[in-house]
């Protein structure tokens, strides 16, 4: 099964800062990662797929990149509503479909 | 407008069984694979299973299978998981999720109901 690694398991930002997470796979996974965003209570949100694609509705300060078994999640100005737990999640291929372990975002 | 609605979720004793349900509406239901996620309280989030459209190919974690069933009634545009042999670390919100672009990334999910697994 592909491992999926998030850096840093916690992070503590300001309103108006650009943050970077991080997600490792354990082999080549072709761009096949999503990203999420879960709010205390709620249902996780789609943010991207394909590692970059944004989806609809979606604010543009958020962005995704990396290739192969590296990818990044970026806030560009961190907004008040953006302080949430952030998780990748790979679909390469078959399942299973395995998920980072979450980072925090903290003010 | 996409909306998918869980229910049946509650207390149950170790080595009990429990079924929920998820009520999906404002989409093809039948077109699009269907999913349960799971999130252990104050955990990460866990896939356990995946039913694909019409026919029905079904996909389960290791850390499930054989205790539980992922089932669909198109007809009804709902989708089940029949949890059997139920153990502690069963205990977790049950989300259903599907995959609208049929790339295996959930784009909607429900608001998840919670299956409490003890004595």
């Given at each position: 099964d592909i491992q999926m690694t998030q850096s840093p398991s916690s992070l503590?930002?300001?309103v108006g800062d650009r943050v970077t997470i991080t997600c490792r796979?354990?082999?080549d996974i072709s761009n096949s990662l999503a990203w999420y965003q879960q709010k205390p209570?709620?249902?996780?949100?789609?943010?991207l797929y394909a590692a970059s694609r944004l989806q609809s509705g979606v604010p543009s300060r958020f962005s995704g990149g990396g290739?192969?078994?590296d990818y990044?999640?970026?806030i560009s100005s961190l907004q008040p509503e953006d302080f949430a737990t952030y998780y990748c999640q790979q679909y390469f291929i078959t399942p299973p479909y395995t998920f980072g372990q979450?980072?925090?975002?903290?003010i | 407008e996409v909306q998918l609605l869980e229910s049946g979720g509650g207390l149950v004793q170790p080595g009990g069984s429990l079924r929920v349900s998820c009520a999906a509406s404002g989409f093809i239901f039948s077109s699009y694979a269907m999913s349960w996620v799971r999130q252990a309280p104050g955990r990460g989030l866990e896939w356990v299973s995946t039913i694909s459209g019409s026919v029905g190919y079904t996909y389960y974690a290791d850390s499930v299978k054989g205790r539980f069933t992922i089932s669909r009634d198109n007809s009804k545009n709902t989708l089940y998981l029949q949890m059997n042999s139920l153990r502690a670390e069963d205990t977790a919100?049950?989300?259903c999720a599907t995959d609208t672009v049929g790339l295996q990334f959930f784009d909607y999910w429900g608001q998840g109901t919670l299956v409490t697994v003890s004595s």
């Open positions: 503590s930002a300001s796979a354990s082999q209570g709620k249902a996780p949100k789609l943010l290739s192969g078994t990044t999640l970026t979450g980072t925090k975002l903290e | 919100v049950y989300y």
